[in-house]
C-alpha cells in the first residue's frame, strides 16, 4: 500500500530514475520535481553501486542542489533546460529559480 508513496518521493520528486537503456542504474538521471509548496527536500536511495543522495533548498532568488553520487558512478542531472553531468562524490549547483 505504502510502495507507490515511496516511488513517487524517490522517483519523482527526488528525481532518481535511470534511462530507458539502463538495468540496475547503470545510466542514472537525476531530475527532481520542484514543487511550489516545498522549500526544502532531501532524500537517498540504494542502488546497486551504493547510495546515491538528493536536496534541494529554494531561497528567494535561487535553488541550491546537492547531489552524492557512489564511487565510480556518474550521472546527468537536469533542472529546466540545464543538463549537467554529476561526478561521484558531491555535486552541490545553484540556479536562479525557474517560475
Do not use: H
Not at 532518481?16 to 532524500?43: F, H, M
Not at 564511487?71 to 554529476?86: C, P, Q, S, V
Amino acid at each position: 500500500m505504502f510502495g507507490a508513496v515511496v516511488a513517487y518521493l524517490f522517483e519523482y520528486l527526488l528525481g532518481i530514475t535511470q534511462s530507458d537503456d539502463s538495468a540496475g542504474y547503470e545510466k542514472l538521471i537525476i531530475k527532481p520535481a520542484i514543487v511550489e509548496q516545498i522549500n526544502n527536500l532531501s532524500g537517498s536511495m540504494q542502488i546497486p553501486d551504493g547510495v546515491v543522495s538528493v536536496s534541494y533548498t529554494k531561497r528567494f532568488d535561487s535553488i541550491t542542489f546537492e547531489v552524492t553520487l557512489p564511487k565510480g558512478k556518474k550521472a546527468t542531472f537536469i533542472y529546466g533546460d540545464e543538463k549537467r553531468r554529476l561526478e561521484p562524490g558531491l555535486n552541490k549547483m545553484i540556479f536562479r529559480r525557474i517560475k
